[in-house]
T-cell receptor
Framework: KAGVTQTPRYLIKTRGQQVTLSCSPI?????VSWYQQTPGQGLQFLFE???????NKGNFPGRFSGRQFSNSRSEMNVSTLELGDSALYLC??????????????FGSGTRLTVV | DAKTTQPNSMESNEEEPVHLPCNHS???????IHWYRQLPSQGPEYVIH???SNVNNRMASLAIAEDRKSSTLILHRATLRDAAVYYC??????????????FGKGTHLIIQP
């Protein structure tokens, strides 16, 4: 059974640019969540999507956005990149997310470096 | 969100049992207790979760105190591959404004050969 796939694995962008990260959940999982991990702040929740609708959102500025497609694949976009956006971005999937009794399966992440 | 307290680090020997404690005295009655671990250079990995009763799976056992203010993750026979940061996370499955999993600093488990 394929796990959660995140692409690309590594990315280098310049301040002010925008970036799109992709996540393919486990087949049959309808919930996709995104997290940011930095050495200073640890793992922080960005948002959760279920059936193409954003269900929950963490405390991040509007520059961080996402969407989910009908096949449950999800993309995350960060506009006007800042140096502080350098982080490991993790995607997690589950059958029903926050309204089910399941755990989450995480991908290996996309390492974003902003220069 | 319920606050959790975990030891910063613990050390154990290979092939011995490991008991990882977590205090969550402000846990809500509807919060499950999730445990995840993160190996170096990898995303977090789900370990186990439970509500009131003790739970077992192929990876570990979860012992939940009767008053639910604390829990213990038990690795029955530690291997070098179990060296990781372990996170205890109270989590409400009812949705509707839930803030996702709230990761604290976790316990850094060191396994000695």
């Amino acid at each position: 059974k394929a796990g959660v796939t995140q692409t690309p694995r590594y990315l280098i962008k310049t301040r002010g640019q925008q970036v799109t990260l992709s996540c393919s959940p486990i087949s049959g999982h309808r919930s996709v969540s995104w997290y940011q991990q930095t050495p200073g702040q640890g793992l922080q929740f960005l948002f959760e999507y279920f059936s193409e609708t954003q269900r929950n959102k963490g405390n991040f500025p509007g520059r961080f956005s996402g969407r989910q497609f009908s096949n449950s694949r999800s993309e995350m976009n960060v506009s006007t990149l800042e140096l502080g956006d350098s982080a490991l971005y993790l995607c997690a999937s589950s059958p029903s997310g926050s309204r089910g009794g399941y755990g989450y399966t995480f991908g290996s992440g996309t390492r974003l470096t902003v220069v | 969100d319920a606050k959790t307290t975990q030891p910063n680090s613990m050390e154990s020997n290979e092939e011995e049992p490991v008991h990882l404690p977590c205090n969550h005295s402000t846990i809500s009655g509807t919060d499950y207790i999730h445990w995840y671990r993160q190996l170096p250079s990898q995303g977090p990995e789900y370990v186990i979760h439970g509500l009131t009763s003790n739970v077992n799976n192929r990876m570990a056992s979860l012992a939940i105190a009767e008053d639910r203010k604390s829990s213990t993750l038990i690795l029955h026979r530690a291997t070098l591959r179990d060296a990781a940061v372990y996170y205890c996370i109270p989590y409400r499955h009812s949705g509707g404004g839930a803030d996702g999993l709230t990761f604290g600093k976790g316990t850094h488990l060191i396994i000695q050969p």
